[in-house]
């Protein structure tokens, strides 16, 4: 072999060399483009065309979710090992609901085989048993605006910082409020806990079963609307769905940048129930009092913002219609679909929504025509959002009878009730106040808000300690009604 010729030999290798190179590169690339094609059909096509995939839950976590919005009724064909399905059931015992516990775990397959399963019955079982019915005629109701979130915006010597020192209560506030209550065993239940409606009208008395020590309360927020008038004043801007489908809320920072975080009782709450369960009955939580003309929920929903009727639009309409020139009939609908969306998540999740009524007004002080035209608005613009409710929480604290229970007489109950209304709620500063009637229930609510906290300490003492949740940042001496 010469020098030529070993050269030639080089350069053939070489070219083999290249040559096998771009085959194991081409193989490669076949191989994963027929994997990606399997994965395809396999995990996303087929279950899509049977439909199961979606429903079925995979894992603990969906399990558990599916536990906490009752829509699993049986651990049966779920997938979970014995271990994982006493965990769900433990999560349904935690929020008090034994039946569901005990009806998920017999009705899986392996329950008459497994030990573990019917341990796990008959422990739940005894845990029912030292459960008492809560006098219902003691069942306290508190109540909320929406929370301050930046104290140094609503506090800031502008017209409206009285009137936020007076109803308004601070997010660090609530927060300590609600953790005091927890601490002292209480539980939020729904009024739907306290009352049954039955089909021909009339409202029995319900049954709340929870273990000696633990309280039973109702928790309602008022005017969940993040009025115009609340701009630029230290409170949430929305409630949103977040990427991962939870209740969240929007807040405008001062660079007109969005946060997006836990700034007002129902994303607060929500968290607070992730990581304790046992504060929630049967994964029940507050009652969210609306108005409809300025929107639901932080949302321009009213048809107002549609029709843009120059005898009603307000001050605050013409001008936000001033600062978005561009909001047309597409950017309403918009705005409808989006708190439509949060209202079905909302819901899903235990929250229930009242009427506050449309206008925020005092039915007798209005008079009745004006009660029914605003309950119509009412029914046309929120409860085509949110659904219909049954419960009705009085704006001003009003109500529409003394403390004597209504009567047929009642013009304005009889309306009312006609229009699907069971359960009025009004304010009362005492403990708890709670009226049955034939075809009704009533409860008054206490406000815990700065002017409560400043003037009254003493009558908020078997939730918490004034002393230690007041925010230093609300001037003081609270400005009197
Ligand atoms: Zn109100």
Redesign the pocket.
Known sequence: MDERDLKLLRRQCRRRKNELIIKCIISLLLLIVIALVVVLVKDVLIPELSGRNKRKPQTLAEEILAARSGQNQSGQGSGLSEEDMITVADYMVSQYDYDRAIAYLTAAESYTSSQALQNAVAGYRTEKESCVAYPLDQVTHVFF?TMIKDTSKAFDGDEDEGGYNQVMTTMSEFAGIMESMYAKGYVMVSLHDMCTVNSDGTVSRGEIMLPPGKIPFVLSQ??VSYYHYMDDDGFAQKLILDENGDVKNTYVEDDGSISVGDYDMVPWIDTFVDEHPDFSYRGHKGII?L?GYEGVLGYRTDEVYRTKEASRVTKYQQKFFDAHPDFDEAAWQKEVDQARAVAEAMKADGWEFAS?TWG?ISPTDAGYDKVVQDTERWLNNVASIVGNTDVIIF??GADIGDWQPYTDDNEYFTYLKGQGFNIFCNVDSSQYWVQFGDRFMRQGRRNLDGYRMYYNPDMVADLFDVSSVWDSARPTPVPEM
């Open positions: 605006h008022d005017d009092a108005t506050h925020h704006a001003f």
